[in-house]
């Protein structure tokens, strides 16, 4: 899934959630929740997997030595 796609549901979530309904339609498919914690465990849910690819893959830490003269 790419980030493009996760902002979509996350901002069609987000919409639902304050519209208070249970109900949110995207890509054709609609999904209703059973309670607002699950629309929120949901919308946690992306929101972690958005910041983990916009960080990318990180920092690669090679260590070395160097022998003091």
């Given at each position: 899934m790419t980030i493009e796609e996760l902002k979509l549901?996350?901002?069609a979530l987000l919409a639902a959630r304050y519209s208070g309904?249970?109900?949110?339609?995207?890509?054709?498919?609609?999904?209703?929740y059973g309670s607002d914690a699950e629309m929120a465990a949901t919308i946690a849910d992306i929101e972690r997997r958005?910041?983990?690819l916009e960080r990318g893959?990180?920092?690669?830490?090679?260590?070395?030595?160097?022998?003091d003269l």
């Open positions: 549901r996350h901002s309904t249970r109900s949110v339609s995207y890509d054709g498919k609609s999904i209703t958005i910041a983990k893959t990180g920092r690669v830490l090679r260590p070395f030595a160097v022998k």
